[in-house]
């Protein structure tokens, strides 16, 4: 099966930008219009995208809600938007808005109820971020380290009838350094839902890196990737076809 790559559009501030290990003061901005970078992805044929509200992440309430609608309106693919959603009247909002999947991040850790009450009420539109510092899920924008192992959480997850996995490692997004194959392939192998890998992607080796993984592990499903698509480190047909060829 093909791996799904995602082009991520990180918001602050309306504006598309790139942190470094999700520090909100080390942001370089890409893109002032975000509506136009998701046409730009679109027509270099990604089939879906990757959206953050990096400051509604920190504020724990969607922030960046008009760059996120005008994104919807320039793009048919699917949006997959993650940052400050914290309940289920959110979480409906922005599906009705024509949101593909809502990604829960802080509160799947704080609040895993909500997870499994939205998951029912929404299947297959609910996606849950596990962001993992040395291994231990870390919430509130990254701001914050739990005591909870990434791979036990995406454990409880099993049986809550959620749509996939994001696992990020903080240290490595923003960075270019690759990804952390080896602890998001051991996560991926403890359950069966898909995963998607994100944080660190540096160039096609990671992509062919992940599809071999992904011979090992089936249910690895895909990747994020931000930086190196706006540096020009990977081109996007190659790329798109790497992808494909698992």
Same mark, same amino acid.
Request: proline share 3%.
């Given at each position: 099966m093909a791996l799904t790559l995602y082009p991520a559009i990180d918001l602050k501030d309306g504006a598309c930008v790139r942190l470094r290990r999700g520090e909100m003061d080390e942001a370089t901005i890409y893109a002032e219009d975000p509506a136009a970078q998701a046409r730009a992805f679109e027509a270099a044929g990604f089939a879906a995208l990757h959206v953050v509200d990096l400051n509604g992440a920190f504020a724990g309430r969607p922030v960046n809600g008009a760059a996120v609608r005008a994104i919807l309106?320039? &793009? @048919?693919m699917p949006v997959q938007l993650g940052g400050g959603i914290r309940d289920?009247?959110?979480? @409906?909002?922005?599906?009705?808005?024509?949101?593909?999947? &809502?990604?829960?991040?802080? @509160?799947?850790v704080k609040n895993p109820g909500l997870v499994r009450e939205a998951a029912a009420a929404f299947p297959g539109r609910i996606v849950v971020g596990i962001d993992a510092r040395d291994g231990m899920v870390a919430t509130e924008g990254w701001a914050e380290t739990s005591s909870l192992p990434a791979t036990e959480m995406a454990m409880r997850l099993q049986d809550a009838g959620i749509a996939a996995i994001i696992h990020t490692d903080i240290a490595r997004d923003g960075m270019l350094q690759g990804l952390n194959l080896d602890a998001t392939e051991?996560?991926?192998?403890t359950i069966t839902i898909p995963v998607i890998a994100s944080g660190g992607v540096a160039g096609i080796e990671d992509i062919r890196n992940l599809r071999a993984a992904a011979g090992r592990t089936p249910n690895l499903a895909g990747t994020i990737i931000g930086r190196a698509l706006y540096d020009g480190r990977i081109n996007?047909?190659?790329a798109l076809a790497e992808a494909a060829s698992c």
């Open positions: 309106a320039a &793009v @048919a289920m009247a959110g979480i @409906a909002a922005w599906i009705e808005l024509g949101i593909s999947r &809502v990604i829960l991040g802080s @509160a799947a051991a996560l991926a192998a996007p047909q190659a």
